[in-house]
Structures are given as structure tokens and as C-alpha cells.
């Protein structure tokens, strides 16, 4: 079974067209939860840190949400520029803090 | 301030040949994890690098081997290639002393096996 389970695997969404993808993990505890994109062609380029349910990072377009079981990135009016992978990743508490990874979300935003 | 640096980018290897890969950390950056990347499996943990020292390892055969340099570049070496090594090879550099999930990937090394 995966520790980090990504949802959808790929979503086209047309531009200003607001959604949310979903990481759903099932560590005991957790350490942190991030999120990364990766544009092809391109290693992953990190975006933010969760720590503890509750918490609520923003960026331009992108808000990522955390509760004990899962974490939304909620893209607001998407921009093509915005078409990328968005990957996730837990690090689990009381173990090695090496994060597992999502297989994550292609993001396709038509103009 | 230069970002994490691989080298080659691009490769093709035959089944049985051996290859190494070139990592240049963030300057400052002690730890150096590599990572292998496939559309079926995702990301993928092949070790970690702290101070020349392996501090984890991820579940790879041992024909995936690594080492760490002094200046904290790293290299990690494939022996015996097999079709289902061809993947694009990340490797990620962090400060390294608190252990944290933020990571500062490459543009990674494509190989393809023949």
C-alpha cells in the first residue's frame, strides 16, 4: 500500500477554471508534508511546508491546506503557465526523515 | 547562487555496460540524496549523502552504488545496466543538518538502456 496517494493523476482544467488536487497520506505520525512542481524536462522545484493540521501556505495561484489525513492544493484561477506536475511528499515522525513521494498530478490549463 | 548541477544530461547505455552520474550540490548544501524517476513507480529514494558518509539507503540492488567527495559533490554508478534502468536520475541537495523534507532537486540525468 502507498504511504502518499495522489488524486487526480491528471487533470485539464481551462484557464481561470479554479480546482483542487488531493494527497491523501497514511503515515502514524507526521514529520511534513510538502509540495513540489516538476516541469518536463525539469527536476522538481519545491513550493511548500505543512507541518501540523490546520496550517494554510499560499502562493500567487496556489494555496496548500493540511488535515491529519491529507492535504488540497487549490490552484485559483489557473494560468497555462501554471501546467506542471505537482507532486507531493510526507516525512514521516520517529523514523528516517527521508520523504516518500507521490506519483502526482499532471496539470494541464488550456488558455 | 548556482543551483544543484548533473552532468551528463542525457545518456544512452547497452544492457551489461556501467555508467556514473555527476552531482554539484548547492553550495553550502551537505547532504546529497539521489533519486530515480519512471512513469510507472514515480520518485523513487536511492540514498543519501552526508559528510562522505551514506546515511540512508533506499530499497535498490547493490548495483546502484554511491560515494560523497570532500567538497560534498557526489556520484552515484550503475553496474551490469538493465533495460528497466532507464529513468531520469535526480539528485537533490538540502543543508543537511536538520533533516528537512525541503529539497533542491537537479534537472537530472536522463539514461536511456539499450
Redesign the interface.
Known sequence: EDQVTQSPEALRLQEGESSSLNCSYTVSGLRGLFWYRQDPGKGPEFLFTLYSAGEEKEKERLKATLTKKESFLHITAPKPEDSATYLCAVQESGGSYIPTFGRGTSLIVHP | KAG?TQTPRYLIKTRGQQVTLSCSPISGHRSV?W?QQTPG???Q?LF?YFSETQR?K?NFPGRFSGRQFSNSRSEMNVSTLELGDSALY?C?SSPGTG??????????SRLTVL
Open positions: 544543484v540524496s533519486y513507480q514515480g520518485l529514494f543519501e540512508n533506499g535526480l537533490a533533516g528537512t523534507g525541503e529539497l533542491f532537486f537537479g534537472e537530472g
